[in-house]
């Protein structure tokens, strides 16, 4: 089923358009308009942990248990009680068992005993000291161990880590690989989840051909979707692809609405400009609303959010870097909000500028750049040699984008600016 979109059409449009500046709508009133007005997918599921990672948490993770579930040892040692040690002598202890993780000490350490332990194993009732095995020597059934411990008591508290009853992972959380474990180690085998985000995914233009086609005179072949496919499945999406929409309206037409009625997005690239052969906005206004275009971005101007027949629609630049671009600035904000993720982008990186740079007001400038090691000093952040929105081999060749506000016209060599590592949205 399609995702429920409510009464957001014209007010969503109002509302940005009314903050638009002359080179488009600004990138926080954007963002802000999609967090207020969309509406996340409702399904939810149950999977595996093995099938968590990339999934949006559907409730709270409330521990069961507590971790770690007993007091137990930090360290390979001795445990023992502290007030059998006497500062500055050598003490003697007789040592009465042993625990290891898995197989604790059975019994209660009395005065002046002590219990080999290996780092894990349950702290032994009547223990409140390790002493780690370095500081101590053995004799047969005897331990001596000097009486300065240095304050380090060498045990981990019950619950240290994760209270009983407490909130272990926060519902909207893209569950991680490390977050996963932590359910693991909690005791769940399954996890509600949000159902994944169906994509459909088109490119559009009478010049493409898919990878590996024979070419006609003037035509490329289609490289948009392997990248948008990348940047959507990194999300969690179920993306299925539409494949190469000609340059005719009414084709166009029917194989959007189609698909609108299976999946909770569109995204195309292509179409968005103003060219004759540019449909895509006057298709999205004929079978619902466009809602904003274009953004105040640099590259990615053309980017274009609307509905077809309910069913929200993502339009993207036709060259790849500005398509990239687009879908980083507003792609994963829709994607988050339908999938019901938390508002957690990947974090920019404050970093001294190795270059001199100047940029009109007003717009929000993305530069491929590469971060360079310096001798005896903080690293620097490069330009790319080259920034053509068509270069796909700029991209790859590039560790992230810098990325500078609307207010910012120039940038000074050492002054610091954002940048944006690539791993956040590709890997």
Same mark, same amino acid.
């Given at each position: 089923?399609?995702?429920?979109?409510?009464?957001?059409?014209?007010?969503?449009?109002?509302?940005?358009?009314?903050?638009?500046?002359?080179?488009?709508?600004?990138?926080?009133?954007?963002?802000?308009?999609?967090?207020?007005?969309?509406?996340?997918?409702?399904?939810?599921?149950?999977?595996?942990?093995?099938?968590?990672?990339?999934?949006?948490?559907?409730?709270?993770?409330?521990?069961?248990?507590?971790?770690?579930?007993?007091?137990?040892?930090?360290?390979?040692?001795?445990?023992?009680?502290?007030?059998?040690?006497?500062?500055?002598?050598?003490?003697?202890?007789?040592?009465?068992?042993?625990?290891?993780?898995?197989?604790?000490?059975?019994?209660?350490?009395?005065?002046?005993?002590?219990?080999?332990?290996?780092?894990?194993?349950?702290?032994?009732?009547?223990?409140?000291?390790?002493?780690?095995?370095?500081?101590?020597?053995?004799?047969?059934?005897?331990?001596?161990?000097?009486?300065?411990?240095?304050?380090?008591?060498?045990?981990?508290?019950?619950?240290?880590?994760?209270?009983?009853?407490?909130?272990?992972?926060?519902?909207?959380?893209?569950?991680?690989?490390?977050?996963?474990?932590?359910?693991?180690?909690?005791?769940?085998?399954?996890?509600?989840?949000?159902? @994944?985000?169906?994509?459909?995914?088109?490119?559009?233009?009478?010049?493409?051909?898919?990878?590996?086609?024979?070419?006609?005179?003037?035509?490329?072949?289609?490289?948009?979707?392997?990248?948008?496919?990348?940047?959507?499945?990194?999300?969690?999406?179920?993306?299925?692809?539409?494949?190469?929409?000609?340059?005719?309206?009414?084709?166009?037409?029917?194989?959007?609405?189609?698909?609108?009625?299976?999946?909770?997005?569109?995204?195309?690239?292509?179409?968005?400009?103003?060219?004759?052969?540019?449909?895509?906005?006057?298709?999205?206004?004929?079978?619902?609303?466009?809602?904003?275009?274009?953004?105040?971005? @640099?590259?990615? @101007?053309?980017?274009?959010?609307?509905?077809?027949?309910?069913?929200?629609?993502?339009?993207?630049?036709?060259?790849?870097?500005?398509?990239?671009?687009?879908?980083?600035?507003?792609?994963?904000?829709?994607?988050?909000?339908?999938?019901?993720?938390?508002?957690?982008?990947?974090?920019?990186?404050?970093?001294?500028?190795?270059?001199?740079?100047? @940029?009109?007001?007003?717009?929000?400038?993305?530069?491929?750049?590469?971060?360079?090691?310096?001798?005896?000093?903080?690293?620097?952040?490069?330009?790319?040699?080259?920034?053509?929105?068509?270069?796909?081999?700029?991209?790859?060749?590039?560790?992230?984008?810098?990325?500078?506000?609307?207010?910012?016209?120039?940038?000074?060599?050492?002054?610091?600016?954002?940048?944006?590592?690539?791993?956040?949205?590709?890997?």
């Amino acid at each position: 089923m399609p995702l429920e979109i409510n009464e957001r059409n014209l007010t969503m449009a109002f509302a940005i358009r009314n903050r638009a500046t002359g080179g488009g709508i600004r990138l926080a009133d954007a963002v802000a308009a999609i967090r207020a007005h969309l509406c996340p997918i409702r399904d939810t599921e149950l999977v595996d942990l093995s099938r968590a990672r990339g999934r949006v948490l559907a409730e709270d993770l409330i521990a069961r248990v507590s971790l770690p579930h007993w007091d137990s040892a930090a360290v390979d040692g001795f445990a023992l009680r502290a007030s059998d040690l006497v500062p500055a002598r050598l003490n003697k202890l007789t040592l009465v068992g042993e625990a290891a993780a898995g197989h604790p000490f059975g019994g209660i350490i009395g005065p002046r005993q002590a219990v080999r332990i290996l780092t894990g194993a349950p702290l032994p009732m009547g223990a409140d000291l390790v002493v780690m095995q370095e500081a101590c020597r053995v004799d047969g059934s005897c331990l001596l161990v000097r009486g300065d411990t240095a304050g380090k008591t060498h045990w981990r508290v019950r619950g240290e880590d994760i209270d009983l009853g407490s909130r272990a992972i926060v519902v909207g959380r893209r569950l991680r690989a490390q977050d996963v474990a932590l359910a693991g180690a909690l005791g769940c085998k399954k996890l509600q989840v949000r159902r @994944k985000a169906r994509v459909g995914l088109f490119s559009t233009g009478d010049e493409l051909c898919e990878p590996g086609e024979a070419l006609a005179n003037g035509q490329i072949w289609d490289a948009n979707r392997c990248i948008l496919r990348g940047l959507l499945e990194h999300l969690g999406c179920e993306v299925v692809d539409f494949g190469i929409l000609r340059d005719k309206p009414e084709l166009l037409e029917g194989a959007l609405s189609r698909a609108a009625h299976d999946s909770d997005l569109l995204v195309t690239s292509g179409g968005m400009s103003v060219g004759s052969g540019d449909h895509i906005r006057s298709i999205i206004g004929r079978r619902g609303a466009l809602e904003m275009w274009p953004l105040a971005i @640099k590259p990615g @101007k053309p980017v274009g959010l609307g509905d077809i027949d309910d069913c929200p629609i993502l339009a993207l630049p036709g060259n790849p870097i500005a398509a990239v671009v687009a879908f980083i600035a507003v792609g994963r904000p829709v994607v988050d909000v339908l999938s019901g993720a938390s508002d957690n982008p990947p974090r920019s990186l404050s970093i001294p500028a190795g270059f001199t740079f100047e @940029k009109r007001s007003g717009v929000r400038q993305f530069l491929l750049a590469e971060v360079r090691a310096c001798d005896r000093e903080e690293s620097r952040v490069m330009l790319s040699d080259r920034q053509g929105t068509a270069m796909l081999s700029a991209l790859t060749g590039s560790d992230g984008f810098i990325v500078l506000a609307e207010d910012r016209e120039v940038v000074r060599l050492g002054e610091r600016v954002d940048f944006l590592p690539m791993q956040g949205y590709l890997s």
